[in-house]
């Protein structure tokens, strides 16, 4: 029955039930890509949309497959088309961009009809995926974390919070200075990785008694938008 789909769709006359077999396992395919992401993130929290991506992309891979087949241009055409498509996103988390291409693989596999390679490739991955956060397997000690701190314009902040950061954090680094409210203030954005044992309430304490009391923020990236369970 496989040999039969690739050679209708390498031929370029599948019929129905080829081209429903095909979306089917697609459909079936992202959505187990889906639940092993939702369950490898359910500590750090995941983006609702990005979860119903994984399930439309094998999809929509296998039927642009299906439809280009062994036509070359059709296939030009179908290039053509999506030049002038302009996809505008934050960069997002390496992890994230790796499912992504897992889903165009897999959509890749199952449009030219290697039905079962595309269900062991996703199968292998999915467990390799749930291995590696059981295990924790390359994880660090302690988070990474975005510090911003504002401060007045007529406050020297060079080396000011450097004691803090090192009683408070494993390693820290100033990643960006920026200016705000006409100048009035500056914003200074850190990379830090806090130590397990310490506070986090006594870090922003002692932080604030050197800016003025001005804002603190603490937060992972993109945490704002994600989900947990």
Not at 167 to 191: C, H, I, M, P, Q
């Given at each position: 029955?496989?040999?039969?789909?690739?050679?209708?769709?390498?031929?370029?006359?599948?019929?129905?039930?080829?081209?429903?077999?095909?979306?089917?396992?697609?459909?079936?395919?992202?959505l187990?890509?889906?639940?092993?992401?939702?369950?490898?993130?359910?500590?750090?929290?995941?983006?609702?949309?990005?979860?119903?991506?994984?399930?439309?992309?094998?999809v929509?891979?296998?039927?642009i497959?299906?439809?280009?087949?062994?036509?070359?241009?059709r296939?030009?055409?179908?290039a053509?088309?999506?030049?002038?498509?302009?996809?505008?996103?934050?960069?997002?988390?390496?992890?994230?961009?790796?499912?992504?291409?897992?889903?165009?693989?897999?959509?890749l596999?199952?449009?030219?009809?290697?039905?079962g390679?595309?269900?062991?490739f996703?199968?292998i991955?999915?467990?390799?995926?749930?291995?590696?956060?059981?295990?924790?397997?390359?994880?660090?000690?302690?988070?990474?974390?975005?510090?911003?701190?504002?401060?007045?314009?007529?406050l020297?902040?060079?080396?000011v919070f450097?004691d803090?950061?090192?009683?408070?954090?494993?390693?820290?680094?100033?990643?960006?200075?920026r200016?705000?409210?006409?100048?009035?203030l500056f914003?200074?954005?850190?990379?830090?990785?806090?130590?397990?044992?310490?506070?986090?309430?006594?870090?922003?304490?002692?932080?604030?008694?050197?800016?003025?009391?001005?804002?603190?923020?603490?937060t992972?990236?993109?945490?704002?938008?994600?989900?947990?369970?």
């Amino acid at each position: 029955m496989l040999e039969s789909l690739m050679t209708s769709i390498n031929t370029g006359t599948f019929t129905l039930s080829n081209i429903l077999i095909v979306i089917g396992t697609s459909i079936i395919l992202g959505l187990a890509i889906c639940l092993t992401y939702i369950k490898t993130h359910k500590k750090e929290g995941y983006v609702p949309s990005f979860t119903i991506t994984l399930i439309m992309l094998p999809v929509i891979i296998s039927i642009i497959i299906l439809l280009v087949g062994n036509n070359v241009a059709r296939a030009f055409s179908l290039a053509g088309a999506f030049s002038i498509i302009r996809f505008r996103s934050a960069p997002g988390d390496p992890k994230d961009i790796s499912y992504i291409f897992f889903t165009l693989a897999v959509g890749l596999a199952s449009g030219m009809g290697f039905i079962g390679y595309a269900v062991l490739f996703t199968i292998i991955l999915c467990l390799v995926m749930i291995i590696i956060d059981i295990t924790k397997f390359a994880s660090p000690k302690s988070k990474s974390l975005e510090l911003k701190i504002t401060v007045p314009e007529n406050l020297n902040y060079e080396g000011v919070f450097e004691d803090i950061l090192e009683k408070y954090t494993v390693n820290w680094n100033l990643a960006r200075v920026r200016t705000r409210d006409f100048g009035s203030l500056f914003e200074l954005s850190y990379r830090v990785s806090m130590k397990p044992e310490e506070n986090t309430k006594k870090f922003i304490d002692e932080l604030r008694c050197r800016n003025g009391n001005l804002n603190i923020i603490l937060t992972s990236d993109g945490l704002e938008e994600r989900v947990y369970n």
